[in-house]
């Protein structure tokens, strides 16, 4: 497997610690880009980025400045934006119905006789709960409920 970006930039960092260094990539995934950005990256741009602009990056670097093309820099305050809510805002209500009634400690078939689904499109709902969320089981999404504090009104 290859070196991430983060380890490349703080390589040459090491080696030469006066360097101001710019990301040029084809990839704008937004954990490739704060991976640079954590490593030190002082610009973030795609690869297909004019000359003149390079040009204006570069004498804004020499200067203090920093630079990230406009899709990278969307990604990023999308990533904070996002971060910052709670994940269960991003829940739809039948979804938030089913982590109410996990969190009253029902079972899955229970949940589908309460809400008048059947028993797989309870798991449907879960799978979708579990990837937005960001977790694995039933127990994980009690705990995240717990932990954001936060009650869910319907």
Known sequence: ?????????????????????IVFSAVEYTNVILDALRAG?????????????IKEVIVQ???????????????????FRLKEQPALYALT???????TCLTEGLSYKLIAL???LSIDTVRFHLRNIYKKLQVKSKAEVIAKVLKQE?????
């Open 1 to 21: 497997m290859g070196k991430t970006a983060g380890h490349r930039i703080r390589t040459v960092q090491q080696q030469l610690p006066n360097s101001a260094i």
């Open 61 to 79: 670097g020499v200067a203090g400045g920093a630079f990230m093309s406009s899709a990278a820099a969307r990604k990023i305050t999308d990533y």
């Open 93 to 99: 209500n039948r979804e938030k119905e089913i982590v």
């Open 114 to 116: 309460d809400l008048g």
């Open 41 to 53: 990256a002082l610009g973030y741009l795609h690869i297909n980025t004019s000359h003149s602009q």
């Open 150 to 154: 936060l009650l869910i009104r319907l």
